[in-house]
């Protein structure tokens, strides 16, 4: 069975994007899941002294290695400011240490949600122009934005943005 790492952007209890994964995961069948939770891996802010005199912190390590056993990947993130969550750039900085090639070309659905009109499409962009240098192999993109009015009880109630992403699951079901 393919294995699929999910990863939402975002270190909030109540993520909006944990909501939009969840609900994602639950129309693939005959995929293993393992959902990473970025509260599991609390890092120092990434800095290239803290590294030459700490070395590499051991969550690290542990996230790069559930990773390497990815078949595919759902990441879906969370905007601040037009870009990345602290927490998930550092993240990326850090992991990027051991191995550049973070997604190991393997295909992945990368995806944005937000309570604003524009779905995150800053973050989407910045993510879909480098995450390729990352190792990402980006089968398709998908913005939720507005969510609180397209996304309820689980589910997204908006029948065009539901229908959208199920197309895109699909062609990314049809990679792995
Ligand atoms: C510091 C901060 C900056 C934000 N900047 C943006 C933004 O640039 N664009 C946007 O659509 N939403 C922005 N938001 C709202 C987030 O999209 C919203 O909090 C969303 O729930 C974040 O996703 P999450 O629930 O998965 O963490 C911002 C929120 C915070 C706290």
């Known amino acids: ?19 939009l ?6 129309l693939l069948d005959n995929v293993e899941f393992i959902s990473i939770d ?8 990434y800095g290239v002294d ?18 390497h056993t990815a078949d595919a990947f759902i990441i879906s993130l969370a905007e601040h400011n037009g870009s990345y969550t602290a927490v998930f750039k550092n993240t990326i900085d ?10 190991r070309e393997k295909p992945m659905l990368l995806m944005a949600a937000s309570p604003g009109g ?8 910045s ?12 089968i398709e993109t998908y ?9 309820r009880e689980g589910e997204i109630i908006e029948e065009n943005f539901r229908r959208v992403l199920e197309g895109k699951i699909d062609r990314f079901f049809k990679e792995l």
């Open 50 to 67: 803290f590294e030459a005199e700490n070395g590499m912190p051991t969550a690290v390590k542990r996230l790069d290695e559930i990773i």
């Open 127 to 138: 993510a879909s122009l480098n995450f390729p240098f990352l190792g990402a192999k980006i």
């Open 38 to 45: 970025l509260n599991d891996y609390i890092l120092p802010i």
């Open 143 to 151: 913005s939720l934005p507005s969510f609180y009015d397209n996304f």
């Open 118 to 125: 524009r779905g995150g499409s800053g973050v989407l962009q």
């Open 1 to 19: 069975m393919k294995r699929i790492i999910t990863i939402a952007g975002s270190n909030s209890q109540k993520s909006i994007n944990k909501s």
């Open 94 to 103: 850090w992991l990027s240490r051991i191995n550049m090639k973070i997604w």
């Open 21 to 26: 994964l969840s609900y994602t995961s639950g």
